[in-house]
């Protein structure tokens, strides 16, 4: 019983990778598109990554899918990130005081290469794939909290006025993660009934342990969120 159980297990996290894949590849065919047409280059390219220090939120398909990759890392330093950012959202419970600490506190993704290029490219989650900038790199990776940035804050301002954006990032792509995610939950949901969603140390630390959405998981808002099939509409990836 135990080993039927394993195997519908392994079934579902199988089944679920291959729909995030699906769905990352129509993400990255959608920017494609919308780069041509808008005759506007995008600055992101390899090696640029002034926003890897962000927090990453992924849904549970999309751990599925980065199952196989979370040996990228030294098992040390993925349990001490998992510890960080569950300490992390100890003191900051608030999701908007929680992303803006991140940043600081946790710094730059573990499956960052030496040369600065993602470790795990074809795998990454939503969450990095929609930020997406025309503007010199050095804006993704400004605290404009800070005084120090006050100059760039306001030539930021001044280009935000004739862009639909979201700080440095273009706001398009944004909303059409933020469509795509939806339809991972409705996926979790044949599945499950229910999907999760939460910071991607944590999610990958759940599938690595077999967890599954439905079960009690020992996580909360703002690292982790069930998502029930009433209220899915609201939810979406942020970065
Ligand atoms: S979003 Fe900004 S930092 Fe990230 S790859 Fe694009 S330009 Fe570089
Ligand atoms: S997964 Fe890759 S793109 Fe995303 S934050 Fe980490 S290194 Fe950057």
């Known amino acids: 019983m135990v080993e039927s159980g394993l195997v519908l297990s392994i ?27 808008d005759h506007h280059p995008l600055t992101c390219a390899k090696g640029c990554f002034a926003c890897c220090d962000l927090s ?6 999309e751990a599925c899918l980065l199952r196989s990759v979370i040996s990228n890392i030294p ?16 003191r ?6 929680f992303l803006e600490a991140y940043r600081c506190a946790i710094g730059t993704c573990p499956f960052l290469g030496i040369t600065g290029e993602c470790g795990i490219y074809a795998f990454r989650p939503l969450s990095c794939r929609m930020l997406v900038s025309e503007l010199p790199s050095r ?21 935000q006025d004739g862009n639909d954006c979201m700080g440095p990032w273009l706001a398009g792509p944004v909303r059409e993660a933020r469509k795509i995610e939806r339809i991972l939950h409705q996926d979790s949901f044949h599945v499950y009934g229910v999907s999760i969603r939460g910071s991607l140390p944590v ?21 982790l969120e069930v998502i029930h099939p009433l209220d899915a509409e609201k939810h979406g990836s942020s970065p």
Do not use: Q
């Not at 990453?56 to 398909?61: H, K, L, N, Q, R």
């Not at 330093?77 to 950012?85: A, I, K, N, Q």
């Open 139 to 159: 804006y993704c990776g400004l605290n404009y909290n800070a005084t120090a940035n006050e100059a760039e804050h306001r030539e930021l301002l001044i280009w």
């Open 11 to 37: 079934e579902n996290t199988k089944k679920l990778a291959a729909s995030a894949r699906y769905r990352l590849n129509l993400f990255d065919s959608w920017l494609d598109r919308r780069v041509k047409r």
């Open 92 to 97: 900051y419970p608030e999701e908007d005081a």
């Open 203 to 223: 999610m990958l630390g759940l599938v690595r342990a077999g967890a599954e959405p439905g079960m009690e998981l020992p996580y909360s808002p703002p690292i």
């Open 75 to 90: 098992n040390g330093t993925f349990t001490s990130w998992v510890d960080r950012v569950v300490k992390l959202s100890s």
């Open 56 to 61: 990453v939120t992924v849904s549970w398909a």
